[in-house]
């Protein structure tokens, strides 16, 4: 890796402007860091008052240096650092690390400050990390461009785990918290403003860092939306697993707070979708994250991933069965013959899965060899986990079933081995050696079995063909009428319930006629989105007479309700019977584009915020996933006797809507399509009404 | 407390009959472990071959013991165990702890052993613990009546937690784990076959026991249901904290099998309503129940809990509140004058709640006490939590920043206050010691500060009256008919739709003309049970004719589908329009007796499993909060422009319906009132359909 961001994780040498003889200042703990983990690049302290720096030659300026180094930390004042990032970029420095902190963060006057350093590093190309970020390090090879005193508690261990973090804090937090539980560290970057570098870029220096092996990512707001996409893809394809801890949940664009998708599903879920499409874990909690990190240094991710258990606790067994059940980890039953086999060994055994072998095994320890070869051999599982609690604690048994355990461990590299154990540090790190994964709390152990399943599965995949494009349609320049918004879809494929724009009782009465009765009628403006709320639909309209009526009452209500607004007149539209009510939507999220939503209608998704996401554009058969993936979805599938429905109509008409919100641009807000009817099977699917929000 | 479970948790003598001079052998253990630990009491080894155990005079039996020891240990072979405890109980020995195998667990004549073992027990009064337990240790005095290896990695802390579990080898672990969480415990007992003391009556010696004041269980099937909900009533009224692990599902009881109630809400959800009754919090994991439990070792249970957050990082703060709504833990606002003076002494610090006072506060660690001050003081909240995370790392902040936050903690002793730092095992402990519960994680901080706000509530909520008794109404002999079901219900003032049995189809014609039209008409039997399944209703009959015609109709499906059974002939009853469909039910549970069952009608309770289930009998305050408590509820209460339902009345019926379950006694198996209409406010609430289940 080459490039700048290569050069920010790996320098051979390193400038500090702003340099400070005092080891405790920011400008003075990066180099007190470097000489007391043996930083092997060369290290260039820059201050003009001071001829040594901590013991090393310094230099007044940067046009002094010696040399143009790999990267610079910038760690002078807010106002001076445009200037100096000028100079590097004149020396030709690949990138600066901006401690510097009195920018964006702190009100217009920063932002205009950070806008002029920002141009300044855009001039000559240096690429800029920061400004207010708590910088680079890399244990692996000593380089600690960060001032983070997290360290003073002891310095992370070298690893393949790379940690991507927005917040300078909790970033620091995650480096102490990953030392604690053993997690050896290839690179830590904490991004702070982001005013150049983004987060996205990081995560795909990470796919191309030859180090690291797992990335882990603490985000408070994802601003790169599709530079991140396209490096999550990036580490999908590389079989670099990513683990995310993305917190609360970022605004939603003022625009999109109109519409009836954007306040049903949160901006969050459509993280959690985004995430789950890629095969990204997002973590629950910072435990949840360093978790699944640590096991997934251990590299193998089984794509079809099946638990089996070996405990001596039957207790502990019904713990993980439950957590696994929680989880959505299969664990099958042992195969019928190996369940004889076991109960020949020890009749009071539990032989199904999880396998119990009981307290015996003390008395005799090749019990547990030949359970736990059983369970991986016989059994077949792709995930293997052991609980032996505090057994090994007493240095009686541990030796002993560690030859035991080693054994089958050898025999079988390609499983992934988990241990539940209590024991001393030498006694878990001898256990971790032999290739074994130690969680003392056996929930835990499933969760993070779990991800690495996820993660198989996800590398597994296919990279997704893009669907069928469908016409291309002109989206009109404002919000539509409703007639309008179900002319257009209509030309892009998508079915509407056969209806008429009417402009007087006439037409309606003829309209009526021809659709055949009953008809639904309902008010047509431009200006009036939400119609029932001012009485504008009127349902189940069954005679001419009835129809005339009707137009008049629509009027009538229009224009008291909103004498403002343009009125084209009444549709009329054959109504439809004997469908499950959906809901299809879209909106446009301000950091992934569009995001299509599906559920049932009325109160499943206004009540039960039953409903299901996925970012634009998608296929059928993801579609059909979608649908099915519903709580609701056995209404659908023909629950309580009635008709299943047309699910491959529906499944067209979600694709074709997403792959529509697709091709429609930046303009596009938001689609409802609201209600959908889903007619018995071979039926069709057909939207009754349609509200489509242009951006002004 | 002088009882024999008194005893038990702290002998003043102890006996180990089978005692071995081999330190690591099951007789031997407890000598090793009580001598190492300076037990104060009088050791009495009983061993008939040697003179000499472990140093200590040994006695030749039982009977040649110099005085009666409170507690015995029964280390022998399981058949002589009978014998043993008949000599004990000889002696006046208050308890034996029978750590012997190969009783029930070991089939039928192991089962019959542990029976003559039990006779011989209630011959003479001795209390048994056990058999094939793991003993009882009491580390505040020293007494280890326990052969479990886990002491092998160090022997736990004596404190004030009380540890009950049923299994030894899980039991063992939580000891273990709790020693690393650095919880201090009082006593811990792992109850095995228990077939004698039950799980029950030892959280009713932790309540009673003056060195507990917080009470751990862990269990995988409870057997006492009546005992154990006294044991936590009563630990309720102590004001002692319950948290408890009970791993999987018990076994239903074949009869509940058949019923409706039973087949939707499973077992586990039973076993979550009835400790949720009582306050117990219910552990998600092991770490989760040792979390919950150190931080109730403080004894604050704030009855109205709210969280106040002081943190050095944005993102922390952001991960608490997404960690507090999580778990319904209320944040709010700072009050705004508040806000305002913290504004003037940070302008970029975040006022509102969390209060996120910068990295400023390690320029002046002042501040970290003027905001902790101003949020605890001015904010009023009754828990808060600080993010400092690695900053305390540092000894240039520790010592400073401890001297702030004790002030402010000294000066408000009332409230619980939690930590969020990384830091060595010794600054932690010096924060423990000024009163700080320090967690790493702050999500789990929060999980452990929401569950002392259970507690809390449930300790300041009056003993729940009885509600009033239902007129004594016989329940029938066997499974009645759905019109006996309906008078029997109806005596006991459970509303029914207004309807009428009828022989014959004239009978059936004049019902109908005195109900109104349209009528339900019904096949009535007592051997249909579930009568939509063989066409056995008929909806909307508008007229004489249709009454007469599917009287006919009824008679024909019924023969035709269940030749043997016996009809009574047709229930003619008036058809309910308008209201919202409900299901009422009960179920007997193995354990915990009748529990009623509340949900919307159909799909929502079929597909959606959303139900709300309580232990009966309860009163009609109970019965609305579970009405209000499931997710569908604002289709009760008026969502989507519908009038908002009856409530009032169907609470009475739930009510009435749970105390009729109550006086039924245990031949009642279920009931099943399905569909309910909840007619609009004012109008009432009738059962359409009851299905009553008797046990034969």
Redesign the interface.
């Known amino acids: 890796m080459n490039n700048a961001l290569g050069r920010l994780l790996h320098p051979r040498s390193v400038a500090v402007i702003g340099a400070s003889d005092d080891a405790?200042r920011i400008g003075g703990r990066p180099i007190a860091y470097m000489r007391s983990q043996g930083y092997q690049g060369r290290l260039l302290p820059v201050n003009p008052n001071w001829p040594q720096i901590q013991g090393l030659p310094a230099f007044a300026s940067v046009a002094a240096l010696p040399e143009t180094p790999d990267v610079a930390i910038v760690a002078v004042a807010a106002k001076l650092a445009p200037q100096v990032v000028a100079d590097l970029g004149a020396r030709g420095t690949a990138a600066a690390i901006v401690f510097s902190a009195g920018f964006a963060?702190?009100g217009e006057e920063g932002t205009q400050l950070q806008q002029r350093m920002l141009d300044a590093a855009r001039a000559s190309g240096i690429r800029l990390l920061g400004p207010n970020s708590l910088g680079v390090l890399n244990p692996r090879i000593g380089f600690y461009g960060s001032f983070?005193?997290?360290v003073?508690?002891g310095f992370p261990g070298a690893g393949r785990v790379g940690i991507a973090s927005?917040?300078g804090?909790?970033g620091?937090?995650i480096l102490?918290?990953a030392r604690?539980f053993g997690i050896g560290v290839s690179s830590c970057v904490m991004s702070g403003n982001e005013c150049d570098i983004s987060l996205g870029e990081l995560v795909h220096a990470f796919v191309e860092d030859g180090d690291t092996d797992v990335i882990t990512v603490?985000s408070?707001g994802i601003r790169d939306g599709d530079r991140l996409l396209a490096a999550l893809e990036a580490a999908r394809h590389a079989r670099k697993p990513v683990v995310m801890m993305k917190?609360?949940t970022s605004a939603v664009g003022s625009a999109a707070a109109q519409s009836h998708t954007a306040s049903i599903a949160g901006n969050d879920a459509v993280t959690d979708a985004v995430l789950a499409e890629f095969g990204v874990v997002r973590a629950?909690?910072?435990?949840h994250m360093l978790d699944v990190a640590r096991l997934a240094t251990r590299r193998i991710y089984p794509a079809n991933n099946t638990l089996g258990v070996i405990t001596?606790?039957?207790?502990?067994g019904?713990?993980v069965?439950?957590?696994a059940e929680t989880a959505g980890l299969p664990m099958p039953e042992m195969p019928a013959a190996a369940q004889k086999h076991l109960k020949e060994l020890i009749p009071?055994a539990a032989p199904r899965n999880p396998v119990d072998c009981t307290?015996q095994f003390m008395n005799d320890l090749s019990i547990a060899g030949r359970f736990t070869e059983a369970v991986v051999d016989e059994g077949g599982y792709q995930s293997v986990l052991g609980f032996f609690?505090?057994?090994v604690?007493?240095?009686?048994?541990a030796e002993g079933l560690r030859a035991q355990l080693k054994a089958v461990r050898d025999k079988h590299p390609d499983r992934l081995f988990v241990l539940s154990i209590?024991?001393?540090k030498e006694r878990v790190r001898q256990y971790e050696d032999d290739g074994f994964t130690v969680f003392?709390?056996?929930?835990?152990a499933v969760a993070a079995i779990e991800a690495m399943g996820r993660f198989g599965q996800a590398f597994a995949r296919e990279r997704a063909l893009l669907p069928p494009p469908v016409p291309p349609v002109a989206l009109p320049a404002t919000t539509p009428s409703e007639a309008e918004a179900k002319r257009v879809l209509a030309e892009a494929g998508i079915a509407v319930a056969p209806e008429r724009a009417c402009a007087t009782a006439a037409d309606a009465v003829a309209a009526a006629q021809a659709l055949g009765f009953p008809v639904v009628m309902k008010i047509l403006s431009p200006d009036i989105l939400h119609k029932s709320e001012i009485g504008g639909v009127l349902l189940n309209v069954a005679s001419a007479g009835a129809v005339g009526d009707g137009f008049a009452t629509l009027m009538e209500r229009a224009k008291q309700a909103a004498p403002e607004a343009r009125i084209e007149g009444v549709l009329v539209a054959r109504q439809l019977f004997g469908g499950v009510e959906c809901i299809l939507g879209i909106q446009r999220d301000p950091v992934f584009g569009p995001v299509a939503m599906f559920g049932l209608g009325?109160?499943f998704v206004?009540?039960?915020k039953?409903v299901v996401l996925r970012r634009c554009p998608f296929g059928e058969d993801v579609a059909e996933q979608m649908i099915r993936a519903i709580?609701?979805a056995?209404?659908l599938l023909g629950?309580?006797g009635k008709p299943p429905a047309d699910v491959k109509a529906l499944a067209a008409m979600l694709s074709r809507l997403s792959v529509f919100a697709h091709q429609a641009g930046p303009s596009l807000q938001s689609i409802d399509l609201n209600p959908v009817f889903a007619l018995p099977e071979g039926q069709g699917a057909y939207a009754a009404d349609a509200v489509i929000e242009v951006a002004p």
């Open positions: 405790l963060e702190m983070t005193s997290v003073e508690m927005q917040s804090a909790y620091s937090h102490g918290l604690e603490y408070e917190v609360g629950r909690s910072t435990e001596v606790s039957g207790g502990a019904v713990i069965s439950d957590a009071f307290a609690t505090y057994t604690g007493a240095d009686s048994i209590l024991a001393s003392e709390d056996p929930a835990r009325g109160i206004e009540v039960m039953d709580q609701g056995p209404l629950a309580r």
